[in-house]
């Protein structure tokens, strides 16, 4: 039997964020004919999928937050986003590759690929750990990324391509992150796969790698602008430019949201706000940190840098860890003949490579590029910063139990339902943070306590590109 989440149906529900989560949460509850106001602290909606709108010389130039693809499980939600984009939804291909030490290698790693470009080194060390696999294939995994990775592709791939690249991403040691992480997001299970497709009729995609996705012709917020549209239009009120600061509780309940534009009275409240800022507006701590990105986008005098999408930048000692050219995406991310690429460089709020200012950073990744064989004499100098504080939820070895314990504080509030992606400290895509959202409306509706099956909503241990319809 499912608790009692509260005693009244709510009538008015404020909704703390305007991504993705918050953003559907209010398409359910208005479909129910329940009042909503949406806070947003920033002047834009969709959150982390959002596109921010660039007037350069040469036209308009669009950059997503990362460069998002929409890839879902679920035909409902593709419904949805094929009803609100249109003829607009793009169909993409993912072309994506790893780039360490002067070479070029297929992303994920593909046997003939690596046959023909890994030195003799790196094949000799791999086919070693091959055999020892072969001969050992229960070697038990840590609990840490660096043994899950190891026990997996062996010593020689997990140094080569996952150890640096993963230090420099997360900025602490691999064996001081969960195995959580890897278990989500490595499009590959083992070394065996890796080599399995190598016999005559395997398949050439890895079965946890989603090649086609769905993407808005004008960039992925599109999606999010259009719902937004939609809801102002049944009535929800969006407020954007408003932080939410804390609460007022009387009884145990959320009475008021405070603001920094004064206090909000309200029934219920659904929040897609950091966990631990959650935690310490409501009067407690939770060890929880997430690590931070800034995106460095420019625009390019060349109508087609590269063929790819993705370049994942494994040398440690390169600045960025993924590069995209937007282009790749849909032709309209840049004006006709020009092109763009983003830098994706991980950092922490206030650290030396969150505050430098655009020009000397540019300066610093200059080398990089030419590593990288992109002539920085094609940049046109047009060029601007975005960041994002809580990108990736940072996942530590004892993350778990202080999300527990985190959530299990907020769940004492009765009328409060928190969700998303920085919400439930889950490293989600927004497929499934729009699908909690959907989830947390559909609890304040019907009074049961479902809160604990949303925090864990997909949490199944295969990696989240696997049968996606998209
Ligand atoms: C680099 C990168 C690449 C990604 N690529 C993909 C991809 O290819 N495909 C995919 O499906 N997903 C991708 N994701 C994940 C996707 O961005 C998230 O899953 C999704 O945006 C989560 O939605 P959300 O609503 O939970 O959170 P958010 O999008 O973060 O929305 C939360 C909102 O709350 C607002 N907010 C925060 N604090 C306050 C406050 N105090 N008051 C008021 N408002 C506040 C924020 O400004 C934000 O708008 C990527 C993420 C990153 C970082």
Redesign the pocket.
Known sequence: MLRRLDKVVPQHVVI???????LMAAHELIKAGTRVTI????PSLG???GTTVFEGRHGTYRFD???????THSPDLLRLVDDLVGDDLLTATRRSVIRLGGRTYAYPLAPLDLLRNAPPKLLAGAAFDLTKRMMRPKNPAGADFASWTESRFGRTLYRTFFAGYTEKLWGIPPDRLSADWAEQRISLVDIRDVFRRLLPGAADNPRTYARSYRYPRHGFGVIFQRLAERLAKEGASIRTG????GFGIEHGHIARVLTDNGPIGCDAVIS???LP?MVRMTGSKANLRFRG?RFLNFCMAVPDVSPWTWQYLSDPDIVGTRLQEPRRRSPDMAPPGMSSLMM?IPCDPGDELWTMPDDPLFARIRGDLVSLGIDPSRVTGEMFSAR?A???PLMTLDYRTERNRALAHLCKIPNLVQC????TFRY??????MEM?QMAAKTLLAGDDRRAAIYEHRNEKTVIEAESVA
Do not use: W
């Not at 989600?428 to 943070?433: H, N, S």
């Open positions: 703390a964020g305007a991504g993705p989560a918050g806070l947003e602290k920033r959150g982390l999928g937050f990362g460069g998002h693809r929409f890839i408003v932080s939410v600061t897609t706000l950091p800022e990105l994706e994002a809580t990108a990736y998303g992606r920085q919400g989600i895509f927004t497929d499934t943070a959202g």
